[in-house]
T-cell receptor, first 115, second 111 residues
Framework: ETGVTQTPRHLVMGMTNKKSLKCEQHLGHNAMYWYKQSAKKPLELMFVYNFKEQTENNSVPSRFSPECPNSSHLFLHLHTLQPEDSALYLCASSLGPAGGDSRQYFGPGTRLTVT | QKEVEQDPGPLSVPEGAIVSLNCTYS??????FMWYRQYSRKGPELLMYTYSSGNKEDGRFTAQVDKSSKYISLFIRDSQPSDSATYLC???????????FGPGTRLSVLP
């Protein structure tokens, strides 16, 4: 596997379900990100992890719970979601925090539908 | 005023045309500027990455940054049907990791 991978690619869940999204990066990066992409809206940054420590949480509702066990893996745990949470969830990675090389590389995304 | 503005399109051009895509922004502290291409049902793919003002060329793609006007552009020469996608601009300040994206411009290159 190369680059940034995400599983599952598609997920349909009811409002009372609990599910998790998984992201893995094979680029040797130290920073990982979760974004939400809704139709006709800019990408919304949700969480940032540097060296597996959370450094940004952009006022994301607590029904989204991130986890970063190491610099290569990132999870997004979902519970009691709302229909408006249906979107494409994108994972990205970059070399590291602050200054320097700021290139982000994205995974293919998980298309989430909440019914 | 939105932090980053981008015409959503759709923009339709004939094959071989020169395409100009643009973003304007309001935060004068932005220093890093990126362009991404996103095909339908795929994640964004980094196309161009520039720091501060100036031009950068890579094959058929040229990125321009004019910080005095808070305006960035992406030019695509000899456009191909395979260039049909949504193009996102993104930018961030010198420090921190708050990448701010435009809403994207949908481009169709017609054979």
């Amino acid at each position: 596997e190369t680059g940034v991978t995400q599983t599952p690619r598609h997920l349909v869940m009811g409002m009372t379900n609990k599910k998790s999204l998984k992201c893995e990066q094979h680029l040797g990066h130290n920073a990982m990100y979760w974004y939400k992409q809704s139709a006709k809206k800019p990408l919304e940054l949700m969480f940032v992890y540097n060296f597996k420590e959370q450094t940004e949480n952009n006022s994301v509702p607590s029904r989204f719970s991130p986890e970063c066990p190491n610099s290569s893996h990132l999870f997004l745990h979902l519970h009691t979601l709302q229909p408006e949470d249906s979107a494409l969830y994108l994972c990205a990675s970059s070399l590291g925090p602050a200054g320097g090389d700021s290139r982000q590389y994205f995974g293919p995304g998980t298309r989430l539908t909440v019914t | 005023q939105k932090e980053v503005e981008q015409d959503p399109g759709p923009l339709s051009v004939p094959e071989g045309a020169i395409v100009s895509l643009n973003c304007t922004y309001s935060n004068s502290a932005f220093q890093y500027f990126m362009w991404y291409r996103q095909y339908s049902r795929k994640g964004p793919e980094l196309l161009m990455y520039t720091y501060s003002s100036g031009n950068k060329e890579d094959g058929r793609f040229t990125a321009q940054v004019d910080k005095s006007s808070k305006y960035i552009s992406l030019f695509i020469r000899d456009s191909q049907p395979s260039d049909s996608a949504t193009y996102l601009c993104a930018m961030k300040e010198n420090y921190g990791q708050n990448f701010v994206f435009g809403p994207g411009t949908r481009l169709s290159v017609l054979p």
